[in-house]
């Protein structure tokens, strides 16, 4: 199982007319027959529950009983790193300038090939931190800039990994393909400042709403 796909297999069945296909089920419905005991399904969103199903038919056309469920949850991986998009705006969130000191805004641009533009989810207890590929001392960070920690509209910036809570990030699927990703210390959500589609708005923190600037995808970098 990786974070967008899971492999079945099951005993293959038999009867006394010879099994000649199966039917694989996720959450009560059909998505694909085959004619061995496995499958790959894709596409799967990291984060949510899948159910599956299997029935078998045999050359008579007789189908089986369904088999027990499996429940699997596909989780964002913690060893691969990753293109974090805003679809509202089309553009990759981005260590500004490729800067390498702490307090570097975190900021949307245009989507490339660079390192500042690539993160991996290391995992802390129930959390993940964020680090950035081109400088990996650096985590995603809530900054103060005068205000309180938990406000609305602290800005998101790159920081020296000390552990903090304001450095640690839940990952939540929206159920539409997307994910919020949300301060442990604020229970607020990273934030595209304004909705803005500018390259070089800064990110922040907000209040978790269904906002298409606290929309976020994921995408494996090669």
Known sequence: MTDTQVTLDWTPSTDNAGVTAY???????????????????????????????????????NVSAASEPL????????????????????????????????????????CYGGANQNWQFVQVGGYYKVVAQYAPALVWDIAGNGMPARADGAAVQLWA????????????????????????????????TGSSTTAGTQLQQWSCNASVSQNFTLTVVP
């Open 71 to 110: 429940t699997v949850t596909p989780q964002v991986s913690t060893t691969a790193w990753y293109k974090v998009v805003n679809p509202n705006s089309s553009m990759c969130v981005d260590g500004s300038g490729s800067q390498t000191a702490n307090g570097t805004a975190v900021i949307i641009w245009g």
């Open 23 to 61: 039917d694989v089920y996720r959450d009560g419905a059909l998505i694909a027959p085959v004619t061995t005991a496995t499958y790959t399904d894709t596409g799967l969103v990291a984060g949510t529950a899948y159910s599956y199903t299997i029935t078998a038919r045999d050359a008579a056309g």
């Open 161 to 192: 990994d000390g552990g903090s809570p304001d450095l640690q990030w839940t990952i939540v699927p929206t159920g539409s393909g997307t994910y919020h990703f949300v301060n442990r210390n604020s229970g607020k959500c990273l934030d595209v």
